[in-house]
C-alpha cells in the first residue's frame, strides 16, 4: 500500500471577507460567478497547481457552504482540505488558517479568493521563488496607468511609474518567517508581505498576471462574468425555415493619442508608446472587429452593447469585448469564420508584434482567423500626422 506525499506546500484561501464594496447582498466569496461561486472559482486554480495542503478561511457561518465547494473542486486532493472560521480583520484571519498549517509544510502560500481567476502558473512561479534569498515573494503586474500625487483637488507631483507596481495574491513566504512574523505584529498591515517586511525580511517579485485582479466592484464582477461565461448554445433552427448564409461585416473605430495610463493596441500592451484616449483602452483594433462582428449579425454597433451607459466596460481590454462578442453572435445561431484588420498609423510599428498580436486576438474569439495588416498612409491624413489610430475590419460569419 502506497503512502501518499505529505506536501511542503500550504495554500492559505482567505475567503472571510463581507464584501461590502461589492453590494450582492452575501460575502463575497459566495456570490456567484456563473453557476459557482467566487470561492469555487478560486479553488479551482488552487487544485490545479502544485500539490498542497489546502486551507480556508471562511466567514462565521459560512464553513460548511466552503467545505463543499472545496470537496467538489479537490478531486483526489479531497484529504488536504480543511476550513477554518475567520476573524474581525483580514490579519486576524490568515493567523487563523496559520494555525491549522501541518507541521511538516516548509512553504506558505497566503491567497485572496477575491482574486478568482488567478492561473495556477502564478502559483507556481511564487512557490518556486520562494527561498532563503527570498523568504517572501509576490507576485506583480506593471502600473499602467499615469499615477498623480495629489492634495485635495489639486495634483502636486507626478509618481514615476517604474517604481510602481500592483501587488496580487498568492504571496508565498517560508513558513517559519511568516509564523515569526505574526507572533511579533503588533498592528495591522495592508497585507502579509508588508508584515514580514516590517518584520525585516527580504520581499521579492516574480510575474503577476492579468487574470487574477480582485473583485472588488459591481464592474469587476461583471469583467469575471464576461471572462468565465461558456459560449453560448446556438438556438435550435426549424427545418422547415431558409437556411442562414454566410454574412459579412464591415467596422472602423477611430481614437486620437492623449489618453492615461498605457497603449493598448490589438489586445497587447505598448510599454513606451502614448496611450489612446478613449471610454476603455481606447483599443481601435478591438473596436473595430466588434463592430465588423456585431454588422454581420445585425446585432447593431459597439455602442448598443459597450457604450458609455455601460461604465463595467471603462478601461476594459480587448479579451472583455471580444468574448463578449461573441457570446451574443453564438445566442445569435452565428461562430466567426475569419477576422481581416487593417491598422492605419505611424506608431506603433506592427511588423515585429503582428504573429502576437494575432494570436491574442484569434484566442479572445475562440480560434477564428485573425489576420492583421499595417500601412502609415504615407504621412497623410491625421494618422500619418501622428494624431491617432484608425482600424478597418471585415468580419466573416457563418451559421453555427
Known sequence: MSIAPVPRVCVIVV??????????????????????????????????????QVVIVAPVGREGAALTDALETAGDRRDLVSVVTGGATRQDSVAAGLHAVW??????????????????????????????????????????????????????????????????????????????????????????????????HRVAVVEGDPRAFKITTPADLERARGLVAPLPVAPSVSLNAAPMMPRVGLGTDVHGFGGEGALWLAGLEWPGEQALSGHSDGDAVAHAIVDALLAAAGLGDIGTHFGTDHPEYAGAHAEVFLRRTLGLLGEAGWRVGNVSVQVQANRPRFSARRAEAESVLSAALGGASVSLSATTTDGLGFTGRGEGVAAFAVALLVPA
Open 15 to 52: 475567503a472571510a471577507g463581507s464584501g461590502t464594496r461589492l453590494g450582492a447582498g452575501a460575502p463575497k466569496a459566495f456570490v456567484g460567478l456563473d453557476e459557482h461561486t467566487i470561492l469555487r472559482h478560486a479553488l479551482s486554480g488552487v487544485f490545479a497547481a502544485p500539490l498542497a
Open 103 to 200: 507541521p511538516d509544510v516548509e512553504v506558505v502560500l497566503v491567497h485572496d479568493a477575491a482574486r478568482a481567476l488567478t492561473p495556477p502558473a502564478v502559483f507556481e512561479r511564487v512557490i518556486a521563488a520562494v527561498g532563503i534569498d527570498a523568504p517572501g515573494v509576490i507576485p506583480v503586474t506593471p502600473v499602467v496607468d499615469t499615477i498623480k500625487r495629489v492634495a485635495g483637488a489639486d495634483v502636486i507631483a507626478a509618481v514615476d511609474r517604474a517604481e510602481l507596481a500592483a501587488a496580487q495574491t498568492p504571496q508565498g513566504f517560508d513558513r517559519a518567517v511568516l509564523d515569526a512574523a505574526y507572533r511579533r505584529a503588533d498592528q495591522d498591515f495592508t497585507d502579509d508581505a508588508a508584515l514580514v517586511a516590517a518584520a525585516g
